[in-house]
């Protein structure tokens, strides 16, 4: 078992983590205040080929490999505190380009992938509805098929990037007795008739990434746009989570490396009744939970990604991973805003901008709980 980073891994990290920090740290907090997407950073983020790292040279990308990724979004993770980007371009990457990439006929590759590596155009998906969260597969929207197109009907919410989206892989229900079998994906454009930006929604975190509502009222979709088969939908989502939970989660490893290391060095600098408040066990305890939480979370992060270059797939393990990357962050934030006390409640630390936008990794690609059936269904339970 190999454990150590290629040189070009370790030379693609150093690489990203000193682009963030040259690039991406500007005015983050006016930018949270006024809730807008930073334009500048994802022209910055697609020039230096972040959208295309797990893409073919041939659509433009660089042909990455999965390990490779997931080590340059932990080191963009750790160089760049605008979450809300992260969080933007891991959407675009793995619920639309891997998608697309996997399942794209040659014409779909070729028509959308180049725009989408460049950041031309933003990209992300629209599954969870109103009433189907967790329950996702008991959407109503429906898609028809009339012609050479299909009907798409219904409303979705909380989708990342649809406020600036130019496409998204919308599912809908073409055939309503097939349960699972019935769902179908589409690559829905922003212009296509009858598809609309419903309301933004403002979130307690990622206050810069935008995130709202679809509406479809009889919005028009070629069949040339339905992604894979009829009836693939559920196929298509289940890969995409699985990339995503794999994937995503390494922007987070990369936050909770950088809190680690502010609160080490408070807690060496802070002094109080005389003495380092590191020296309390109470405290130094904390910290060497949150440094185990670290490197336990890099473990199966990495693993999941080597499982993915192998071409396996990795359901349990992206479950274990997604559920304890997303708990660690959050009890790491909590615990570093409580080593820097009044300070670390201050906005000015940043510390309370990690609880806030660790408390959604719990939610989104499948909420905890939903991940705990995951990983107790592979138990026979
Ligand atoms: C920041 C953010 C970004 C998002 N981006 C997207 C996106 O781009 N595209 C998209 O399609 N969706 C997106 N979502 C939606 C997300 O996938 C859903 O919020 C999530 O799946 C949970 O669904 P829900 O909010 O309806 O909660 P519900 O499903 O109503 O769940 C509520 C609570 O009940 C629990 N629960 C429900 N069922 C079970 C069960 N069977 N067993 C145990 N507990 C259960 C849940 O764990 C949760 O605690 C996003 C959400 C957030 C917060």
């Not at 740290?25 to 295309?52: I, T, Y």
């Not at 959308?112 to 599954?127: E, F, S, T």
């Not at 990342?160 to 019935?182: C, H, Q, R, S, Y």
């Not at 690559?187 to 479809?216: H, N």
Request: aromatic fraction near 10%.
């Amino acid at each position: 078992m190999e454990f150590n980073l290629s040189l070009d891994q370790l030379q693609l990290k150093e690489a990203v983590i000193e682009f963030a920090r040259r690039e991406l740290v500007d005015d983050l907090s006016g930018r949270e205040k006024r809730r807008e997407f930073f334009w500048e950073g994802w022209k910055k983020c697609a020039e230096f080929g972040l959208p295309g790292m797990p893409v073919p040279e041939q659509y433009g990308g660089l042909g990455l490999d999965p390990l490779s990724c997931v080590v340059a979004l932990e080191a963009l993770g750790y160089g760049c505190p605008d979450h809300g980007l992260i969080f933007a371009l891991n959407s675009h990457l793995w619920t639309c380009i891997k998608p697309l990439l996997t399942f794209g006929t040659d014409e779909q590759k070729e028509k959308y992938l180049p725009a989408l590596v460049r950041g031309d155009k933003i990209g992300g998906h629209a599954m969870t509805e109103a009433d189907a969260g967790s329950d996702a597969f008991s959407m109503r929207c429906r898609a028809r098929k009339v012609g050479d197109r299909y009907l798409l009907n219904g409303a979705k919410i909380f989708i990342t990037n649809a406020p600036i989206a130019d496409l998204l892989l919308v599912f809908a229900v073409t055939d309503p007795e097939k349960g699972f079998g019935g769902v179908s994906a589409f690559i829905v454009e922003k212009g296509f008739p009858g598809f609309s930006i419903g309301q933004s929604i403002e979130l307690m975190g990622l206050r810069t990434c935008p995130i709202g509502e679809v509406v479809l009222e009889d919005c028009e979709v070629p069949v040339s746009h339905r992604l894979g088969s009829e009836g693939a939908g559920a196929a298509i989502f289940h890969a995409e989570m699985e990339w995503e939970r794999g994937c995503l989660f390494a922007a987070h490893l990369g936050a909770m490396q950088r809190t680690l290391e502010t609160t080490v060095a408070h807690a060496r600098e802070r002094k109080q009744f005389g003495q380092a408040i590191g020296k309390n066990q109470a405290v130094s305890h904390k910290i060497a939970d949150m440094a185990m939480r670290v490197e336990l979370g890099r473990l199966i992060l990495y693993k999941v990604a080597w499982m993915k270059g192998c071409g396996k797939r990795a359901p349990l393990e992206s479950a274990f991973s997604k559920l304890f990357i997303s708990e660690s962050y959050l009890q790491n934030s909590l615990d570093a805003l409580q080593i820097h006390g009044g300070y670390g409640y201050s906005v000015d630390y940043g510390l309370e901008r990690h609880v806030r936008d660790s408390l959604g990794g719990r939610i989104y690609s499948g909420t905890s709980e939903i991940q705990r059936n995951i990983i107790a269904s592979f138990l026979d339970l």
